[in-house]
């Protein structure tokens, strides 16, 4: 890996030298592997070809996961959650049904894997609320219902510096079962309602004392039509942190956490 230097920058490749940026850094390599043509066509990449159309896959899957969270995934996750969530999804397609290249994406028989997914490895919300809590879905699984006993939050909380009240997250989305179309040669949903979503979040909590009641919170889809048997319903936990200035809650960029607590 060489760095560039000078006024002109070059991305792609020229006279067998690969010009790219990583971080801000123009840098540039020996071109290496076969060329595009040769992967695209000869028999000898097909496994190459099979794995690229799954990761493919794998990556729109993940974007699909991603815009069903975007009301806090930008927020709650950390530079590598993408990468992470493309691993963790392409995983569950090379273990699905079907053949190599071509596998079917089931999240339902998978759910297990989603599981405690942290969306920051950094900050996790295990370590940060220790409170108890209970969760239940609605038979349509187009609602979910928290429940979190009263709590000393001094005790069971571990705020960030300068945190002075917290809420509670209770997000949810679809996650279709996905297919790969040999028309399109592309991987699509099932669902209609893939990415759809509900949010809802707990009141403003004092930090430093007991919040004084049981907090509910109740998200739910709404008049949606019925969610396919074979999508998933993943329901996620996370925790916000305010400081409150002249009256005025300010989110805190630090401390914040989420979690796949569930998948239905």
Known sequence: MARQKGIIRIKGSLGGITFYQRNGQD?????????KNKIQHS????????????????????????????????????????????RLIKSVIS?????????MFSPTGFASEFVGFPFS??????????????????????????????????????????????????????LSQYEFNTTTKKYEPNDPLNSANAFNASGFIPLGTDVGTDTTIVSAIGTAPTILATSAIISC????????????????????????????
Do not use: W
């Open 43 to 86: 028999p000898n990449f097909i496994r190459t070809r099979e794995n690229n159309q799954e990761f493919a896959g794998a990556a729109t899957i993940g974007k699909a996961l991603r815009v069903g969270l975007v009301k806090d995934f930008d927020e709650m996750s950390d530079t590598n959650t993408t990468a992470r969530i493309t």
């Open 121 to 174: 490895e950094r900050i996790k919300f295990d370590s940060v609320f220790l409170a108890p809590y209970s969760v239940t879905v609605s038979a349509g699984r187009d609602q979910i219902s928290m429940i979190i006993p009263d709590f000393n939050t001094a005790n069971l909380v571990h705020a960030p510096a300068g945190a002075t009240h917290f809420r509670v997250i209770n997000l949810f989305t679809v």
């Open 95 to 103: 273990k699905g049904t079907g053949s190599r290249g071509q596998r």
């Open 237 to 264: 936990m996370g925790i916000e942190f305010y400081q409150e200035v002249g009256g005025a809650m300010y989110l805190l960029s630090s401390g914040n956490a989420m979690k796949i607590q569930a998948v239905y």
């Open 27 to 35: 840098l540039s390599k020996t071109t290496n592997g076969p060329d």
